[in-house]
């Protein structure tokens, strides 16, 4: 396993990002449609859409016969779009997402409080889920209720009729403290760490059999 963090920079810098993206686009949805004809549950994947992909002008069409190609909605197919993309051009993003949204993905703000977040960005960008970033979750979960802006930031996103999905969860005290809050969604190694797509289709597997049984996962 590499992380993201040794590979993207280059394949930004050489252009390859787009190729890359969209090999992943491909892959995603092939995997989905397979799940779908082996009876597991039909749950959505978030999928990163790169600074260079906002820039090309066939990406609505790219995406939207990506889904097609494998019979799937485009709401299954989550584009996740880092923060700060949304900062070096704000009318183009503004104009694919709001065409990417118009088709029917859903949209997500990837890394927010990374360190280019701003209120007046987030009430103009057309997006569907919040995803707190990482280091910023460590920070706030770290502080006490009364210090903190996590809950403000909470209850900002739902009076914008957003979800949120806290990243980098990795003790259940940081748990604990987001459900408190009323966060919708968690992820991070609390829960699991990076897995190959074999590993990640056994645990779909095992919930479809044991939902199957009339047993509730939590």
Same mark, same amino acid.
């Given at each position: 396993?590499?992380?993201?963090?040794? %590979? +993207?920079?280059?394949?930004?810098?050489?252009? %390859?990002?787009?190729? *890359?993206?969209?090999?992943?686009?491909?892959?995603?949805?092939? &995997?989905?449609?397979?799940?779908?004809?082996?009876?597991?549950?039909?749950?959505?994947?978030?999928?990163?859409?790169?600074?260079?992909? +906002?820039?090309?002008?066939? *990406?609505?069409?790219?995406?939207?016969?990506?889904?097609?190609?494998?019979?799937?909605?485009?709401?299954?197919?989550?584009?996740?779009?880092?923060?700060?993309?949304?900062?070096?051009?704000?009318?183009?993003?503004? &104009?694919?997402?709001?065409?990417?949204? &118009?088709?029917? %993905?859903?949209?997500?703000?990837?890394?927010?409080?990374?360190?280019?977040?701003?209120?007046?960005? *987030?009430?103009?960008?057309?997006?569907?889920?919040?995803?707190?970033?990482?280091?910023?979750?460590?920070?706030?979960?770290?502080?006490?209720?009364?210090?903190?802006?996590?809950?403000?930031?909470?209850?900002?996103?739902?009076?914008?009729?957003?979800?949120?999905?806290?990243?980098?969860?990795?003790?259940?005290?940081?748990?604990?403290?987001?459900?408190?809050?009323?966060?919708?969604?968690?992820?991070?190694?609390?829960?699991?760490?990076?897995?190959?797509?074999?590993? %990640?289709?056994?645990?779909?597997?095992?919930?479809?059999?044991?939902?199957?049984?009339?047993?509730?996962?939590?």
């Amino acid at each position: 396993m590499q992380s993201p963090a040794e %590979f +993207i920079p280059l394949f930004e810098e050489n252009g %390859f990002i787009t190729k *890359l993206d969209q090999f992943v686009w491909d892959k995603v949805c092939s &995997d989905m449609k397979e799940w779908d004809e082996k009876g597991f549950p039909q749950i959505a994947v978030s999928v990163n859409v790169s600074r260079a992909d +906002i820039y090309n002008a066939d *990406l609505a069409g790219i995406l939207k016969e990506t889904v097609k190609k494998y019979g799937l909605p485009a709401a299954r197919l989550h584009l996740e779009i880092t923060e700060s993309a949304y900062t070096e051009n704000p009318k183009q993003i503004i &104009d694919m997402v709001s065409l990417l949204r &118009d088709i029917g %993905f859903v949209i997500e703000m990837d890394d927010f409080g990374s360190g280019y977040s701003s209120l007046n960005m *987030l009430n103009e960008m057309p997006i569907d889920i919040l995803k707190l970033d990482m280091k910023f979750i460590r920070s706030e979960t770290a502080k006490p209720n009364s210090q903190g802006i996590l809950q403000f930031i909470i209850d900002l996103a739902r009076w914008m009729h957003l979800d949120v999905v806290a990243e980098g969860v990795e003790t259940a005290e940081q748990l604990e403290r987001l459900r408190q809050i009323g966060c919708d969604y968690v992820q991070g190694y609390y829960f699991a760490r990076p897995m190959p797509c074999e590993e %990640f289709k056994a645990l779909l597997e095992e919930y479809s059999s044991t939902a199957g049984n009339g047993r509730k996962e939590e």
